[in-house]
């Protein structure tokens, strides 16, 4: 087998966060013998990067400082993006061999020049041997489309909540060793790439191409974007500054993966491969049937875990917790005077962020986990991870909001968020108490979007990050990478 190529993997939550799809791929990778290099969210203030390792193995961590961050404008984005790609270059973690995995889309410019001619204010098709950068006026190959005006916009945050990804020791990468500190004074040419962004950005004189000169761009077919939820729907963000993010992916994209059949771009988007990758459980770090056994109810334990955002229908949980003899948890952070209410209330019992082992006892013992969505635009393009955490914990698992979770087949229930909660209730009750039995064989994987066995609604396996990784190497393999 040839060597794998090294990874930068660019996510848009930092390695120590909430657990999520981003760590557990980056993890998994490295356990398959690819060199990661997971570079956290960048941060403003400064210049400065730090290599970190962080699982004795083959997956370094970097945190990156540029003296600023401006994904709602992609003009000053522009400049952002240089000075990343010159820090990343000089550490030796941007070069044309790696494979570039990005779930960010407003670092799409990392990874080379402007796709703009020097000698000429059109638009430069694509060259096959290199990924050009993201220039803020140029657009990919194809019809040319503006948005009207410039928008705001924060890299997302995650509306999902999920439990951390073990991985194995192996031996250190070498290129990056941890304790490395990339500071101002190891990086004079700092100064002239601002210089030369400046007037690229349409800040000062006439936009004009410049090709760093300490590395060349990264090969056109080591680009995967991994579309993971709907850019552009968060909270604060305008659609038209993450379209045109995204339409640069698309245009140079060798591989776009999506989460849900909703986030895959149409041929006439791009003309990537598409692979559809949902999301997954980690593995079980503890088990219900030794030291933490399940409470016998009552109270009935209801568990809302992950982020309790914008998205979430605050007024549906507060309607459950007047259902009879329940209680419900919460774990994960929160905001907003909705929010407030609801951890005051008798019944409700908030845990806040809790840590990986936490988070597994917590779901040990509780009978149904809750998917509290409301019906946007956002959350009908999630395949939520917590809905494969609470069935792979056996929980029965009860949710509202968007239609399409009927068809998930970790999804129990879909109710009304308007209706009064208490017949649902009922029927979720009846169901939990006919299938409260161990399984008796093995039950075949099930993937989004089919149906569960017909023998049980609750019981089959559920898919795993390591079922999600080898689908995923395996379309790796047959890109060559």
């Known amino acids: 087998m040839p060597p794998r190529p090294p990874v930068l993997f660019i996510a848009p939550v930092p390695w120590d966060g909430l657990r999520q799809r981003h760590q557990a791929l980056a993890a998994g990778l490295a356990r398959r013998g690819f060199s990661v290099t997971y570079l956290d969210p960048i941060q403003g203030g400064g210049s400065r990067l730090t290599a970190e390792e962080v699982a004795a193995g083959r997956l370094v961590r970097l945190q990156m400082r ?9 003009g000053l984005q522009a400049i952002t993006v240089r000075l990343a790609a010159g820090l990343l270059r000089r550490a030796g973690a941007l070069t044309p061999h790696h494979l570039v995995w990005i779930a960010d889309p407003s670092l799409a410019g990392l990874f080379g020049s402007s796709p703009r001619a020097a ?23 194809g019809p040319r489309q503006r948005p009207t005006k410039r928008s705001s916009g924060q890299s997302p945050p995650s509306i999902h909540g999920v439990a951390g990804a073990s991985m194995p020791p192996r031996s250190p990468p070498g290129v990056l ?5 990339l500071g101002p004074s190891a990086l004079p040419e700092v100064g002239a790439d601002l210089d030369a962004a400046l007037p690229a950005a349409g800040l000062s004189g006439r936009a004009r191409q410049r090709t760093p000169s300490s590395a060349a761009p ?3 077919g080591m680009l995967v974007y991994d579309r993971c939820d709907r850019h552009g729907a968060f909270p604060g963000q305008r659609a038209a500054v993450w379209e045109r993010y995204e339409r640069w992916l698309f245009g140079r994209a060798a591989l776009v993966v999506a989460t849900c059949p909703a986030l895959l771009p149409t041929p006439e988007e791009t003309t990537a491969r598409c692979l559809l990758l949902p999301n ?32 979430t229908d605050l007024a549906w949980l507060e309607r459950l917790t007047r259902l009879p003899q329940v209680e419900v948890h919460l774990a994960g952070p929160g905001r907003g005077p ?24 917590l779901l040990s013992t509780c009978h149904v986990g809750l998917i509290p969505f409301r019906d ?14 609470y069935k792979l914990y056996d929980l029965y698992v ?19 968020p308007a209706a009064d909660p208490t017949t649902d209730w009922t029927t979720a009750l009846a169901q939990i108490i006919r299938s409260a039995r161990p399984p008796t064989t093995a039950q075949p994987l099930v993937t989004t979007g089919q149906e569960p066995p017909a023998t049980s609604s609750r019981r089959f396996r559920v898919p795993t990050w390591e079922d999600r990784l080898d689908r995923l190497v395996q379309e790796l393999e047959v890109m060559g990478w």
């Open 398 to 416: 009860w949710a509202t909001g968007p239609a399409t979770l009927r068809d998930h087949p970790c999804v129990d229930l879909v109710t009304d």
């Open 177 to 181: 060793r941890s304790g490395t500190h």
């Open 338 to 361: 909705a929010f407030a209410r609801l951890r005051q209330l008798p019944t409700v019992i908030d845990h806040g962020t809790l840590a990986a082992d936490a988070l597994d006892e």
């Open 280 to 311: 997954a459980a980690s593995p079980r770090r503890k088990s219900r049937a030794g030291d933490c056994p399940r409470p016998a109810p009552p109270p009935w334990r209801l568990l809302s875990a992950g982020a309790h955002f914008e998205w």
């Open 376 to 389: 946007l635009p956002l959350t009908r393009a999630v395949d939520p991870i917590k809905a494969y955490e």
């Open 218 to 220: 990264c090969p056109a």
């Open 119 to 141: 000698t000429s204010g059109r638009e430069a098709a694509p060259v096959p041997s290199q990924n050009p950068g993201l220039d803020p006026e140029a657009e990919p190959a």
């Open 66 to 74: 540029v003296p600023f961050r401006a994904s709602a404008w992609p």
